[in-house]
């Protein structure tokens, strides 16, 4: 059974970091990108950042170059460092594998900018 779990948000000033992890359990094949979602109060889950199986990423606009996705394939982890943070960056931050078959998810992790 796959499952993806996300550590590491927290409380934190304006201008702070974290750094994200997701940890992935289980046998996932056919990894087309694996990436970061997050969620705000009253919002649409919108994409933060992405890798795809090649290497090349891409980010949402707003990140402004302010975060960093990356991978350990030998640990099976997703990270994602975050810099710089703003209290608009509040939201649930989840972690998503997309494969040729199916999407998974994690269960999210917090962040919380406080101004």
């Keep these: 059974q796959v499952q993806l779990v996300e550590s590491g948000g927290s409380l934190v000033q304006a201008g702070g970091s974290l750094r994200l992890s997701c940890a992935a359990s289980g046998s996932i094949f056919a990894i087309d990108s ?7 109060p009253g919002k649409q889950r919108e994409l933060v950042a992405r890798i795809f199986s090649g290497g090349l990423t891409n980010y949402a606009a707003f990140v402004e170059g302010r975060f960093t996705i990356s991978r350990d394939s030998a640990k099976n982890t997703l990270y994602l460092q975050m810099n710089r943070l703003k209290p608009e960056d509040t939201a ?7 494969t040729s078959s199916r999407d998974y998810w994690g269960q999210g992790t917090q962040v919380t900018v406080s101004s």
């Design 34 to 40: 694996m990436g970061w979602y997050r969620q705000a």
């Design 92 to 98: 649930v931050y989840y972690c998503n594998y997309d």
